[in-house]
């Protein structure tokens, strides 16, 4: 025993130096990934903008930031935001609360409807509810009312969006914060209002301050929906980046609008961070089993009964309307008109956009796990600048206009070696950009959760990084690894705003043949669009329900 621990003192040095060169490896190829495919473009674009006449032109910032039109819309683009986001957690609260509190039957299963449409791409999101509230939509055909081309058309879509951000961000501390407290307050002579704010609601204010940045960096960042539902009169900055780029070819103002978007969410997600930590250091946890019971009294089936009403009407009804108007046509018209090619919208039959978008999801998946794997697993040896400079590497692509990413694909891999502009891996390449932050985002969580003196005694008993990570690492976080490529393949099937520029004629995605039907006029081409989004609302769905069968375990709990 004695002349064993010589050998393990030796090892120990050589195991640490292991594992700091294992770090620098798990790094070098997310680093090399987002420099090439995310720096580069958006750097190339900024300066094509910026850059003219033998120097910088920083003066446009300020000449662009004087427009009339553009202060109009930074102030839509937040004002819109704080309205959407005050009115989701105004309709999604007690959704909330029934679902952490309450216990019923078909609970699983309308957890899983309340989450279906945070999957969608917003292409599908702004379909259906031009179906609901556009023209020949099914208010149009009972009052005669239109709400498409108003600003009340996107804050609904945008609740529709969000209001599972809000039940899993403030249900899930709901459901796991401890009864007895408020219980307390009550016994004491509080009312049950007065127990509820004095007592619940400290708790949940981070969780509920959390939910309220994240819905606020979606609608701040809002493109799909605001330009199917908005009209010319609405633009948020990322429509206007898109506006400016491929309609107007004014990449100085791209340009400009771009920084400011990336400086704005960019603050954003540092409120967001601050507030997650906070959220994380005040959980005082009880098992989600015991908080949730039966409905008891009349207040709370009717807050039961009003929420289920609600989701009803926001939620189900949109997607139902859909998928009516997808089938208005006899003999299923509308989906038999995708198998044909018409000549002008596509080069090929739409219904190849289905295949496409498969093949593509697929492939920004792998990519994606790829390399949001080995950078949850360098994240996880929490140690120097380095790390935490790819931690926060890896959140740019959400503070970045998809719209900018994707035309920078265009500008800036256009020359060997380089030269992607003909290449299908193109697609693929910009839809994972957006998936690797969900991908590290999923497994980071477990990866710190495994004890980390399971490591170091592989190590000193001369395992490599490689048998490390599969004998210790895999198999506990396999699960998350699938729910990871889950969230992955969701996210790269909707992808929209980069997509819209690189997707070819002769290979569209789904979300970009939704668009370019919507754009064309005739009965027709709107059936089809409505057709194609319903397919892609099928195959995200299908996704999802396959995801949550992967999240829960025999306890349903992840």
């Given at each position: 025993?004695?002349?064993?621990?010589?050998?393990?003192?030796?090892?120990?040095?050589?195991?640490?130096?292991?594992?700091?060169?294992?770090?620098?490896?798990?790094?070098?190829?997310?680093?090399?990934?987002?420099?090439?495919?995310?720096?580069?473009?958006?750097?190339?674009?900024?300066?094509?903008?910026?850059?003219?006449?033998?120097?910088?032109?920083?003066?446009?910032?300020?000449?662009?930031?004087?427009?009339?039109?553009?202060?109009?819309?930074?102030?839509?683009?937040?004002?819109?935001?704080?309205?959407?986001?005050?009115?989701?957690?105004?309709?999604?609260?007690?959704?909330?609360?029934?679902?952490?509190?309450?216990?019923?039957?078909?609970?699983?299963?309308?957890?899983?409807?309340?989450?279906?449409?945070?999957?969608?791409?917003?292409?599908?999101?702004?379909?259906?509810?031009?179906?609901?509230?556009?023209?020949?939509?099914?208010?149009?055909?009972?009052?005669?009312?239109?709400?498409?081309?108003?600003?009340?058309?996107?804050?609904?879509?945008?609740?529709?969006?969000?209001?599972?951000?809000?039940?899993?961000?403030?249900?899930?501390?709901?459901?796991?914060l401890d009864p007895r407290q408020e219980e307390a307050a009550r016994m004491l002579g509080a009312s049950r209002l007065a127990a509820?704010?004095?007592?619940?609601?400290?708790?949940?204010?981070?969780?509920?301050?959390?939910?309220?940045?994240?819905?606020?960096?979606?609608?701040?960042?809002?493109?799909?929906?605001?330009?199917?539902?908005?009209?010319?009169?609405?633009?948020?900055?990322?429509?206007?980046?898109?506006?400016?780029?491929?309609?107007?070819?004014?990449?100085?103002?791209?340009?400009?609008?771009?920084?400011?978007?990336?400086?704005?969410?960019?603050?954003?997600?540092?409120?967001?961070?601050?507030?997650?930590?906070?959220?994380?250091?005040?959980?005082?946890?009880?098992?989600?089993?015991?908080?949730?019971?039966?409905?008891?009294?009349?207040?709370?089936?009717?807050?039961?009964?009003?929420?289920?009403?609600?989701?009803?009407?926001?939620?189900?009804?949109?997607?139902?309307?859909?998928?009516?108007?997808?089938?208005?046509?006899?003999d299923l018209g509308y989906y038999r008109a995708l198998a044909h090619d018409d000549g002008g919208t596509f080069l090929v039959a739409?219904?190849?956009?289905?295949?496409?978008?498969?093949?593509y999801a697929l492939a920004a998946t792998a990519i994606a796990v790829l390399i949001g794997a080995l950078a949850a697993a360098a994240?996880?040896?929490?140690?120097?600048?380095?790390?935490?400079?790819?931690?926060?590497?890896?959140?740019?692509?959400?503070?970045?206009?998809?719209?900018?990413?994707?035309?920078?694909?265009?500008?800036?891999?256009?020359?060997?070696?380089?030269?992607?502009?003909?290449?299908?891996?193109?697609?693929?390449?910009?839809?994972?950009?957006?998936?690797?932050?969900?991908?590290?985002?999923?497994?980071?969580?477990?990866?710190?959760?495994?004890?980390?003196?399971?490591?170091?005694?592989?190590?000193?008993?001369?395992?490599?990084?490689?048998?490390?990570?599969?004998?210790?690492?895999?198999?506990?976080?396999?699960?998350?690894?699938?729910?990871?490529?889950?969230?992955?393949?969701?996210?790269?099937?909707?992808?929209?705003?980069?997509?819209?520029?690189?997707?070819?004629?002769?290979?569209?995605?789904?979300?970009?043949?939704?668009?370019?039907?919507?754009?064309?006029?005739?009965?027709?081409?709107?059936?089809?669009?409505?057709?194609?989004?319903?397919?892609?609302?099928?195959?995200?769905?299908?996704?999802?329900?396959?995801?949550?069968?992967?999240?829960?375990?025999?306890?349903?709990?992840?």
């Amino acid at each position: 025993m004695d002349l064993a621990r010589p050998q393990v003192a030796e090892g120990a040095p050589r195991a640490a130096r292991r594992r700091n060169a294992a770090r620098l490896g798990l790094m070098a190829l997310p680093v090399a990934f987002f420099a090439v495919f995310f720096a580069y473009p958006v750097s190339a674009i900024v300066a094509r903008g910026l850059h003219g006449d033998g120097g910088w032109r920083f003066g446009r910032i300020v000449d662009v930031a004087a427009r009339p039109d553009i202060r109009h819309v930074l102030w839509f683009t937040t004002w819109q935001a704080l309205a959407s986001t005050a009115l989701t957690l105004l309709v999604a609260l007690p959704g909330a609360y029934v679902l952490a509190r309450l216990d019923f039957p078909g609970k699983q299963v309308l957890r899983a409807v309340v989450t279906v449409p945070f999957v969608l791409p917003t292409v599908v999101v702004g379909t259906a509810f031009l179906a609901l509230v556009g023209r020949g939509g099914l208010l149009d055909e009972l009052w005669g009312v239109r709400l498409d081309t108003t600003v009340w058309a996107i804050l609904l879509a945008h609740v529709f969006f969000n209001y599972a951000v809000v039940v899993r961000t403030v249900g899930g501390l709901w459901s796991q914060l401890d009864p007895r407290q408020e219980e307390a307050a009550r016994m004491l002579g509080a009312s049950r209002l007065a127990a509820w704010r004095r007592v619940t609601l400290p708790a949940l204010a981070p969780a509920v301050a959390a939910a309220a940045l994240m819905v606020f960096l979606f609608t701040f960042t809002s493109f799909g929906v605001v330009q199917i539902l908005g009209g010319p009169a609405f633009s948020t900055l990322e429509v206007e980046i898109y506006r400016q780029t491929s309609e107007i070819f004014d990449l100085g103002t791209a340009a400009v609008l771009t920084l400011v978007q990336f400086a704005a969410v960019g603050a954003i997600l540092a409120v967001h961070a601050a507030t997650v930590r906070r959220r994380e250091s005040a959980l005082r946890l009880v098992s989600a089993r015991t908080t949730a019971r039966r409905p008891r009294g009349a207040g709370q089936w009717a807050m039961l009964t009003g929420v289920l009403a609600s989701i009803a009407v926001l939620l189900v009804l949109p997607l139902a309307v859909l998928v009516q108007r997808s089938l208005d046509a006899p003999d299923l018209g509308y989906y038999r008109a995708l198998a044909h090619d018409d000549g002008g919208t596509f080069l090929v039959a739409p219904i190849t956009a289905v295949g496409n978008s498969l093949e593509y999801a697929l492939a920004a998946t792998a990519i994606a796990v790829l390399i949001g794997a080995l950078a949850a697993a360098a994240l996880t040896r929490r140690a120097g600048r380095l790390v935490r400079g790819l931690d926060a590497l890896l959140m740019l692509p959400l503070g970045v206009s998809a719209v900018t990413v994707g035309f920078g694909f265009l500008i800036a891999l256009d020359e060997p070696p380089l030269d992607l502009r003909s290449s299908w891996i193109l697609v693929p390449l910009a839809q994972a950009l957006v998936g690797v932050p969900f991908v590290v985002r999923t497994m980071l969580p477990v990866l710190r959760a495994v004890d980390g003196r399971l490591r170091e005694a592989a190590a000193v008993l001369g395992a490599s990084p490689w048998r490390v990570w599969r004998e210790v690492d895999l198999p506990m976080v396999r699960r998350a690894l699938l729910i990871a490529a889950g969230f992955a393949f969701a996210v790269s099937l909707g992808e929209f705003g980069a997509t819209v520029f690189i997707a070819r004629p002769d290979n569209p995605t789904l979300p970009v043949a939704v668009a370019r039907l919507l754009g064309r006029a005739g009965d027709l081409n709107y059936g089809q669009a409505m057709a194609l989004s319903t397919i892609l609302m099928v195959v995200c769905a299908v996704a999802l329900l396959l995801l949550e069968r992967v999240r829960t375990d025999r306890t349903g709990e992840f």
